[in-house]
């Protein structure tokens, strides 16, 4: 079964800074997909960068990118200039292409930006 | 954007008594649906998944007797709890992923509190 692992429960940096929240996943699949979704205060879970597994390319969204490095199953996050709406949890997933295709969440980051 | 809702947002319900929470996706069809409960800081737990007109596939460990899903249409799932309990108060999420399987959107999500 896959699994998903988010070794920081939580991380703290001022506003404008880099920041890195790190992902480690296990499967023997060799094609899935790989999504961050971030959970602010209100709940509402948003989908903010995915990848496809058979793309070599890190995907990109505005000030997020991801570094993915297929071969150490490693799915890294990095929010560039961040902002105090960043504060958030942030939840890596994996979706497998066989069977169900079911997202399967890492335990979370919580993210907190300071002002 | 694909839009799901849930409702209610928010329910009370004294011990004993049944509660039934509506997931419904507004601009597309829904031909897969999950059901998430969701702890205060922790990660998203899948309860089940359930595609249109069949029975749903509860995870392990998940009571089916307790925890009733239909999806009797493409856009209307709904979960029933049936003989709350205190033990059954958390956050349920429910998400929905259209006919081509590559991403799933998420409802708000409704906080159960059984006293």
């Known amino acids: 079964a896959q699994t998903v692992t988010q070794s920081q429960p939580e991380m703290s940096v001022q506003e404008a800074e880099t920041v890195t929240l790190s992902c480690t996943y296990d499967?023997?699949?060799?094609?899935?997909?790989l999504f961050w979704y971030k959970q602010p205060p209100s709940r509402q879970m948003i989908l903010v960068i995915r990848?496809?597994?058979?793309?070599?390319q890190n995907a990109t969204e505005n000030r997020f990118s991801v570094n993915f490095q297929k071969a150490a199953k490693s799915f890294s996050l990095k929010i560039s200039d961040s902002q105090l709406g960043d504060t958030a949890m942030y939840f890596c997933a994996f979706k497998g292409v066989q069977g169900a295709q079911k997202l399967v969440f890492g335990q979370g980051t919580r993210l907190t930006i300071n002002p | 954007g694909a839009v799901v809702s849930q409702h209610p947002s928010w329910v009370i319900c004294k011990s004993g008594t049944s509660v039934k929470i509506e997931c419904r996706s507004l601009d597309f069809q829904a031909t897969t649906m999950f059901w998430y409960r969701q702890f205060p800081k922790q990660s998203l737990m899948l309860m089940a998944t359930s595609n249109e007109g069949s029975k749903a596939t509860y995870e392990q460990g998940v009571e089916k007797d307790k925890f009733l899903i239909n999806h009797a249409s493409l856009t209307l799932s709904t979960l029933t709890v049936t003989s709350a309990h205190p033990e059954d108060s958390s956050f349920y999420i429910c998400?929905?992923?259209?006919?081509?399987?590559?991403?799933?959107?998420f409802g708000p999500g409704t906080r159960l509190t059984v006293t």
């Open positions: 499967t023997s699949e060799s094609n899935y997909y």
């Open positions: 990848q496809e597994a058979y793309k070599q």
């Open positions: 998400s929905a992923r259209d006919g081509r399987g590559y991403e799933q959107y």
